[in-house]
């Protein structure tokens, strides 16, 4: 069969779990007074079609920031402007000021499903399967099979289509970014990652890696004039398109800090909601958010994260070559979601599009991941009321990945990567099976996963600990985090030079 | 052989996981009143003595499939009593709670593994072969046309009904007279018959086939009949199957005297005074029908063509009824669709023929699912059949041109402005309050072009296959 029509099933499958999960609940569907996500995005269509740009992130009158205030960069609110003209051709009822707060219908909730699909389509599918093709080593089946694994991740399925956000813009460009550095177009990468990054302000998770990874290549090409002047170039691509996003808030100088006030409200708090990161999981055993000051709770949270972000970034930038790279956006991005400020569950995702890039070469940790990933957002997911699409997408994902990707199969120590834990393990346990430890540590996993998972949702928690179940999900999403963060450092630090096996493109 | 036989298996198991998957996304789609046809049957045969199931009318939904279906949904109803027992009560009309559709989608994804098993039975029956890559194989590509047949999901599980199940009898019935054991092939298809009695469209393939294959033993050198050869035995045993399979399932209605009730009267009775064009009778379709399929029945007494003869014979009464029957479903066509599928993998022309009728057939269900929710999910799935079938019937027949010829291709192709115009243009037009139904018709009349063609097409191979079939000898 040819591979035109092989993508094109794949797609078409991915296309139809997207669109078939967006029959279910969406956050916040019949909860008045403030609905949920949904709702924000519905109210932005509102605000960025009825006022003028300079009142969007303003306190107003009209706009009150309590309500759904804009919290994302500009790119998001001409977005959402977009869609707002497209609604009012529809039914002008569904962006009338004031009047459309808390609007649900069937025929707006397809609108609004049939806008997250459009952008999908157009910006994240597309970079999937070029990715697959040009960086993804193994037969073209293979290639295939990566590419619909990529597709079916159910914890981007479920956010977008179920939930109810436009990451699949945001991590789409970001792919685009990553693609125009792979294939060495240095500024179309970084013109789409600064795009990106003004559509949703969490993609600053993947910016150090960018960053070191273009200086590096600067570097390599000598710090005399082609380096210089690439270097140069590169910023000044990013500059502009910073320039141009920003310019409707650039005559006034109140309004790029309002609107960066609203970007980054370090108001918040360390954390919020149960979040599977190292502050939430240890406020279980040490109430830290009490117990220490605001300025202390940023110190550690900004130490931490540094010290967990310094060696893979050093290690990229000098040797910058797409491997690395990528392993690099694991890392920072995970770094991030642990150790950072004011993280919520659903940035997960930013650490998720990374792994699902290593998926071809380490497809059973890749799984493994992108399983606690949607497990760890379970909490999310049965408040939204989708409880049966989380099922069915990850037992889906996880027979897939096991049967079209081989996983299991290919699981030797050299295929796992494992080489610092066989050297520490050498000298004391050297006959210890390492690939079948982690295969059993990974079906245990699963297993875990599953029954608090099934205990969540069939149990009733006792009356003393009423948030139990989510915190239960969090701390053991926690630990397979670290444990993680962990494994992925050590891939990345402990690569050898040359290695026989791995084919990369730059 | 080639592959170890844990890698045969799995691509099978691998695409029926895959599809079960799919449905059970589907479980909150929308469906029709079938859905409460259904429940209602489940509550009437909980709730009621056997005596009182076909005369039951608080719904208007009455019982109206044969006893055997009855006691199915009696075995269901003991299950559906752990999900929600509310939806066993007769007079909860149109109760629909979630562990209700819950329960009753489920039951049609699980009622499926008949099918799955019958299809892994076909798969059994081809002329295999050996070597060719796994995407390549003809059992594969059956598999993913049955398995994954555009309106078999469409129609079970969103519409809903249970037609993966009957099918996958029919389907069990069919690979046992491949397999030559036709005494479990005419119990199955008796029992299909006490399941729903649209069957019987097919009956008459089966009625002419076994008495002239099985009941005559043997044939002459030139494929005619030995009349000598006829066994009493066989006969016999053929007819205390069936009659013991109805008796099995009409017999205590017959006690109760309730024969006339059970006649299933759903949609035999009305009739329609047209407007414009005269007025068709019940008598007329049946003679129409009957008149449709008497070439083929004469065709396979005469020079019966073993199994494949009889399944070809077997679509084209299908066909037939679809065309020229009283009070026809669009969903009948797939009676027509699935055992074709049979045919398409090993014959070009049956392939061609095929991709004709499933792709026109499975368009032709498109208004049975007439929510926008709906929409975008039976284009996906119509464009991934249709891509599958074209794609793996071209490369398996790749030696000897192009499948469709450009006018075939020009039809089929046809589809998507017909598509385009009446589910996305006329909507918009003025002509959508005062002539509703325009869309409904131009569909109609353009996949009728394509049944009838294929229709044809059928006869056409049905008449003139045996001389190239000679050197087969199946029985």
Redesign the interface.
């Given at each position: 069969m040819e591979n035109w029509s092989l993508i094109s099933l794949c797609v078409l499958l991915g296309l139809t779990a997207r669109w078939a999960v967006s029959f279910h609940s969406y956050s916040g569907a019949g909860k008045p007074p403030m609905f949920g996500d949904y709702e924000a995005q519905r109210h932005w269509q509102e605000v960025t079609y009825n006022l003028p740009v300079h009142e969007w992130y303003f306190n107003t009158t009209n706009n009150d920031l309590n309500y759904w205030g804009l919290d994302y960069p500009p790119l998001t609110a001409y977005h959402s402007l977009v869609c707002a003209y497209v609604a009012k051709l529809l039914n002008p009822e569904w962006v009338e000021l004031y009047a459309s707060r808390g609007y649900e219908s069937h025929s707006h909730k397809l609108f609004m499903r049939a806008t997250v699909l459009f952008t999908d389509i157009l910006i994240y599918i597309p970079a999937v399967l070029l990715y697959c093709f040009y960086f993804c080593d193994g037969s073209s089946k293979q290639k295939v099979a990566t590419a619909f694994c990529i597709l079916l991740y159910p914890g981007l399925i479920l956010i977008d289509y179920g939930h109810f956000q436009y990451n699949s813009v945001s991590l789409g460009l970001a792919l685009w970014g990553i693609l125009g550095l792979g294939l060495g177009w240095d500024l179309f990468g970084s013109l789409a990652f600064t795009l990106a990054l003004n559509y949703k302000q969490m993609e600053l998770y993947h910016s150090l890696p960018f960053f070191c990874y273009l200086l590096g290549k600067c570097i390599k090409q000598g710090l005399t004039w082609r380096g210089f002047f690439h270097l140069v170039k590169i910023s000044m691509t990013v500059l502009v398109t910073f320039a141009l996003c920003w310019m409707p808030f650039l005559s006034d100088p109140k309004q790029p800090l309002q609107v960066l006030h609203r970007l980054f409200p370090v108001g918040r708090g360390l954390f919020e909601d149960k979040v599977a990161n190292t502050w939430c999981s240890l406020n279980v055993l040490i109430k830290i958010k009490t117990l220490l000051s605001r300025e202390t709770q940023l110190f550690l949270s900004f130490a931490l994260t540094l010290l967990f972000v310094l060696p893979s970034s050093l290690k990229l930038l000098s040797k910058p070559t797409l491997w690395q790279f990528k392993l690099a956006l694991v890392n920072t991005s995970l770094a991030f979601f642990l150790f950072s400020f004011q993280v919520h569950e659903k940035s997960i995702l930013l650490v998720a599009l990374p792994v699902c890039l290593v998926f071809n070469e380490i497809p059973l940790i890749a799984t493994w991941f992108l399983l606690t990933s949607t497990f760890s957002m379970l909490p999310l997911l049965l408040k939204d009321g989708l409880l049966l699409p989380y099922v069915v997408t990850s037992l889906a994902f996880l027979f897939l990945s096991l049967y079209l990707l081989s996983a299991l199969e290919r699981s030797t120590e050299e295929e796992l990567r494992l080489g610092l834990y066989r050297k520490l393990t050498q000298r004391w346990l050297p006959k210890l099976n390492l690939s079948r430890i982690i295969k059993w540590k990974f079906w245990f996993s699963l297993a875990a996963m599953a029954a608090l998972s099934f205990t969540s949702v069939w149990l009733k928690p006792p009356a003393k600990l009423p948030d139990l179940f989510p915190v239960l999900v969090s701390v053991l999403s926690f630990l397979h985090f670290l444990g993680f963060i962990i494994y992925f450092n050590q891939v990345q630090l402990m690569e050898p030079q040359r290695k026989k096996s791995q084919k990369k493109t730059n | 052989m080639a592959a170890p036989v844990t890698n045969d298996q799995?691509w099978f198991f691998?695409l029926a996981?895959?599809v079960s998957?799919?449905k059970?996304?589907?479980?909150?789609?929308y469906h029709s009143t079938d859905f409460e046809v259904h429940r209602n049957w489940l509550a009437l045969t909980h709730s009621l003595p056997a005596a009182q199931w076909y005369y039951e009318a608080t719904s208007e939904w009455t019982l109206d499939y044969p006893p055997l279906f009855a006691w199915f949904e009696y075995g269901l109803s003991h299950i559906a009593r752990f999900f929600d027992k509310e939806m066993l009560v007769v007079q909860n009309l149109n109760y629909a709670s979630p562990a209700t559709i819950l329960f009753q989608r489920l039951s049609v994804i699980v009622a499926d593994v008949v099918f799955f098993y019958a299809v892994k039975e076909c798969c059994k029956c081809l002329r295999e072969d050996k070597g060719k890559y796994l995407?390549?194989k003809p059992s594969f590509i059956l598999t993913v046309l049955l398995l994954w047949n555009f309106g078999l999901i469409i129609v079970d599980h969103i519409h809903f009904q249970y037609n993966g199940f009957l099918f996958g009898v029919l389907l069990l019935s069919i690979a046992r007279h491949f397999q030559n054991r036709h005494f479990e092939g005419a119990l199955l298809f008796s029992i299909l018959l006490n399941l729903k009695h649209i069957y019987l469209y097919i009956a008459p393939a089966y009625g002419i086939y076994l008495l002239r294959c099985f009941c005559f033993t043997q044939s002459n050198a030139d494929g005619s009949l030995q009349w000598r050869s006829f066994s009493v035995v066989r006969l016999v045993t053929l007819g205390t199957i069936v009659l013991s399979t109805f008796s099995v399932s009409f017999g205590p209605f017959i006690a109760l005297g309730q024969l006339p009730q059970a006649s299933m009267t759903g949609g035999l009775v009305q009739e329609f005074q047209h407007s414009v064009l005269p007025s068709v009778s019940p008598l007329a379709t049946l003679v129409c029908t009957v008149l449709s399929i008497l070439p083929a029945l004469f065709r396979i007494w005469h020079r019966p063509n073993g199994a494949r003869g009889f399944l070809r014979c077997l679509v084209i009464c299908a066909l037939g009824s679809f065309m020229f029957g009283w009070h026809v479903h669009e969903k009948a066509i797939l009676m027509a669709i699935l055992p074709l599928s049979l045919l398409a993998v090993e014959s070009r022309e049956d392939a061609r023929i095929f991709l004709i009728l499933s792709i026109t057939g499975h368009y032709s269900l498109f208004p049975l699912l007439f929510t926008?929710?709906e929409l975008?999910?039976k284009i996906?799935?119509l464009?991934?059949f249709t891509?599958?079938s074209l794609?793996?019937l071209k490369?398996l027949f790749r030696k000897g041109g192009a499948l469709l010829n450009p006018l075939e291709a020009t039809y089929l192709l046809g589809l998507i402005p017909l598509e385009l115009i009446c589910e996305f243009v006329y909507p918009l037009t003025v002509w959508q309050k005062t002539f509703p139904f325009l869309p409904l018709m131009l569909t109609s009349i353009y996949c009728a072009l394509g049944v009838t063609y294929a229709f044809i097409r059928l006869y056409i191979s049905l008449l003139t296959c045996s001389d190239s079939t000679k050197k087969i000898k199946t029985q």
């Open positions: - | 799995s691998a996981l895959g998957f799919l059970c996304l589907l479980i909150n789609a995407l390549g926008t929710q975008p999910i996906l799935l464009l991934l891509i599958f794609t793996s490369t």
